[in-house]
């Protein structure tokens, strides 16, 4: 097997980290691999935004939590699932990842979801490669229409007609997750 399938395999989704930032080359050179990403007609409509500030992190947090609980009605199984979690105290959407990379793309770009989650992907392997940890995580997403949270997003430099596709929280690693079992039986060959 070779080294890139390997990493695919054993990098694991991290939920618990040590408060040890991630330096700043090593965050420059994990961003450039989401930037490497394929996307839609190779039109790069992308825009990544790395948060390490501790406090925009925590203000994004409360604002996303504040969100939450304005999501009673949503239609979406896990906003529901996930109200919650985000009234209790121990919230926290980036699970205290020192830092958290938000991809997002132009919202008139009809492939936005498909190249922000590319791109995210390449962060993740890339992170893994360079010893760190990290998840996906959707909540930036979900909320991003949400006045307080936009205008903070506005305030950090996402663009203002840019939609959040994906988020990751990034991070050297406290606890590793032991592997989950796979479905094997969801694939068809057709010859």
């Known amino acids: ?9 054993s990098r694991r989704s991290v939920r618990k980290y040590k408060s040890e930032q991630v330096p700043q080359e090593t965050l420059q050179d ?32 409360e604002l996303i939590k504040k ?3 304005m999501s009673e009605d949503s239609p979406n199984p896990f906003i529901k699932s996930g109200i919650p979690y985000a009234k209790s105290e121990q919230f926290c959407f980036y ?7 938000l991809i997002s793309s132009d919202k008139a770009n009809p492939n936005a979801m498909a190249d922000c989650a ?3 992907e390449n962060v993740q392997l890339a992170a893994y ?12 997403t979900w909320f991003d229409d949400n006045p307080d949270v936009r205008a903070l997003l506005t305030r950090i430099g996402v663009p ?12 050297y690693t406290e606890v590793r997750p032991a592997q989950a ?11």
């Open 30 to 61: 994990v961003i450039k691999a989401g930037i490497y990403a394929p996307n839609g007609g190779n039109m790069q409509q992308w825009h990544f935004t790395a948060i390490q500030n501790a406090e925009i992190l925590k203000e994004l947090n």
């Open 67 to 69: 969100a939450f609980a």
């Open 181 to 191: 079992a796979r479905k094997e039986d969801v694939v068809n060959y057709v010859k």
């Open 95 to 101: 699970y205290g990842a020192p830092s958290l990379v």
């Open 129 to 140: 490669a360079e010893g760190l940890g990290s998840v996906f995580v959707n909540q930036p």
């Open 160 to 171: 203002e007609n840019y939609h959040v596709g994906a988020s990751v929280a990034l991070g």
């Open 118 to 120: 590319c791109a995210a």
């Open 1 to 9: 097997m070779n080294e890139i399938t390997e990493s695919i395999l």
